[in-house]
């Protein structure tokens, strides 16, 4: 049996990825006769057919799936040979594979990039908003370098690094009954609609594990997969949000949203940088961390203030 080459490793992780083969072939700039001609030689080499119809869906079949496993670990193993013999030849040229946590993506990563990038304008930068969950999952699969989240529990393999502390407060409108009060109570919660961004969330697990922990009844929640719209719904009053206050820092400046502490003692949660342990990680990685390590406490304070 022959074994199957770059290119049709390509062409099967491209098909499936574009959800067929039209889509696939103009990614792969290849006309969709030549794409299935590449398919075709690789069913024949393997002896195996790997993707059936399904109406106009193009499916996986079972020797399918078995090759993507192993085609995903060779392409990304390929992929970062490449890497680091660029690094090799050129050190302050490669890429940066980098995610962070929500709102952390749209306003304190844009500052830290920006001083990165002027250190190194040659560096890819690809940038993905996910929450730590997410993110560890991609860290371990090779597919992310360096990711700031919200502190999970330990985890094997992992380095998470400490860079800062948050407090999370109750979002209100200036009308709501709650705007003149000091603060909110733990089960004063369970009266509103929670608006929330991602109900998998590290956040929303650890606002549910203190509900639970004072014996406070779980609220109502409406998720909203759009980071910018849970304030907006906030502001016409169809619910509260438990968000830092850097997150609504010019809303609360401007008094169209008013933030109040929950509970007695505050609600806090602590971030920090991800990253594989013992991956060796290029210079201007390295120098990424720094300035995480240097300025995201105080982008997080100034927000906050």
Not at 285 to 300: P, V
Request: proline content about 5%; overall charge positive.
């Amino acid at each position: 049996m022959d074994l199957p080459d770059i290119r049709q490793l390509v062409a099967f992780t491209t098909v499936l990825a574009a959800g067929g083969f039209t889509k696939a072939a103009r990614t792969l700039h290849l006309t969709q006769s030549a794409l299935s001609h590449q398919i075709k030689t690789l069913e024949t080499q393997l002896g195996v057919q790997v993707f059936t119809r399904l109406g106009k869906r193009t499916l996986l079949t079972q020797a399918g799936e078995i090759l993507l496993k192993h085609a995903t670990v060779v392409l990304r193993e390929l992929a970062d040979a490449n890497q680091a013999l660029l690094e090799l030849r050129e050190p302050d040229r490669g890429r940066l594979r980098i995610a962070a946590a929500g709102y952390s993506c749209h306003q304190l990563l844009p500052r830290l990039l920006q001083e990165f990038k002027a250190k190194y304008p040659r560096v890819e930068l690809s940038v993905s908003a996910e929450y730590t969950g997410e993110a560890v999952q991609h860290l371990q699969a090779g597919e992310l370098d360096v990711a700031l989240v919200v502190m999970p529990p330990p985890i094997h393999g992992l380095t998470l690094e400490p860079l800062a502390w948050d407090e999370l407060l109750v979002i209100v409108p200036p009308g709501h009954p709650w705007a003149k009060r000091r603060r909110v109570q733990w089960t004063d919660l369970a009266t509103q609609v929670v608006i929330t961004y991602n109900r998998a969330s590290e956040t929303q697990h650890l606002l549910w594990r203190h509900l639970e922990a004072v014996h406070a009844s779980l609220p109502e929640t409406m998720e909203v997969r759009l980071s910018e719209a849970v304030t907006e719904m906030v502001k016409v009053g169809l619910g509260v949000a438990v968000l830092p206050v850097w997150v609504v820092h010019e809303e609360v400046k401007a008094g169209e949203l008013v933030a109040l502490p929950l509970g007695r003692q505050g609600l806090k949660r602590q971030w920090g940088l991800a990253y594989m342990r013992g991956r060796r990680l290029p210079p201007y990685a390295d120098a990424f961390l720094q300035i995480c390590r240097a300025r995201f406490a105080g982008l997080m304070a100034s927000g906050s203030a």
